[in-house]
């Protein structure tokens, strides 16, 4: 267990909806990243918060935004729901401070 | 793994032999590398680091190299297990942490018993 938990396992959902991934960091890290892994893509970095701020943006669409509460967990927002985005989100977290990322167990998206 | 799909590298090996990984990355840049371990189903799970000042680096039943003239890492299991039997990830960043991790696509490990 890496200490990150991510919420729900699965989600399958329609086109063009919306659904929130929630993700708890290990305790202690500041720093929290998102990555989708799709079939054909491998794992894609979309998005690092630290300490509640955005610290890095990769390939992540506009129909996709992210946040990290006081509490330093984080929410990954996905909108507009498309067939492609069908894939596994994976939250991962680290102290921030030049240290290794611990993943989670990651949320199997279905959109039908 | 969930890279089913992608294109990835096979290693078959037979239970009890020792497993290579390799792995190339481009980036000169790139400081700090990582093993990560995927099973089907499951999240990437960190196995082993190595920072540039380093030539090698072992943990247990397994050891990393890295050449960087070559821009090379290669991760060796040792006495492999059936419950090694899992995709293999190469990562890099650069300033010596997890911020701006790049994954590689992979190499899927098979045990034959």
């Known amino acids: 267990d890496s200490g990150v938990t991510q919420t729900p396992k699965h989600l399958i959902t329609a086109t063009g909806q919306r659904v929130t991934l929630r993700c708890s960091p290990r305790?202690?890290?500041?720093?929290v990243y998102w990555y989708q892994q799709s079939l054909d893509q491998g794992l894609q970095f979309l998005i690092q918060?630290?300490?509640?701020?955005?610290?890095a943006k990769g390939n992540i669409l506009e129909r996709f935004s992210a946040q990290q509460f006081p509490d330093l967990h984080s929410e990954l927002n996905l909108s507009s729901l498309e067939l492609g985005d069908s894939a596994l989100y994976f939250c991962?977290?680290?102290?921030?401070?030049?240290?290794?990322?611990?993943f989670g167990q990651g949320t199997r998206l279905t959109v039908v | 793994g969930e890279s089913v799909g992608l294109h990835l590298p096979t290693l078959s090996v037979q239970e009890g032999d020792n497993s290579i990984i390799n792995c190339a990355y481009s980036n000169s840049a790139s400081d700090y590398f990582i093993w990560y371990k995927q099973e089907s189903g499951k999240g990437p799970q960190f196995i082993i680091d190595?920072?540039?000042?380093?030539d090698k680096r072992q943990g247990q039943r397994v050891t990393v190299l890295l050449n960087k003239t070559v821009k090379h890492l290669s991760l060796q299991i040792a006495a492999t297990q059936p419950g090694d039997s899992a995709v293999y990830f190469c990562a890099e960043s650069q300033g010596g942490g997890a911020d701006g991790l790049t994954f590689g696509k992979g190499t899927h490990l098979i045990i034959q018993p």
């Open positions: 991962a977290s680290s102290t921030g401070q030049g240290e290794s990322a611990f």
């Open positions: 918060y630290y300490n509640g701020e955005e610290r």
């Open positions: 190595i920072r540039s000042n380093m």
């Open positions: 305790s202690g890290d500041l720093s």
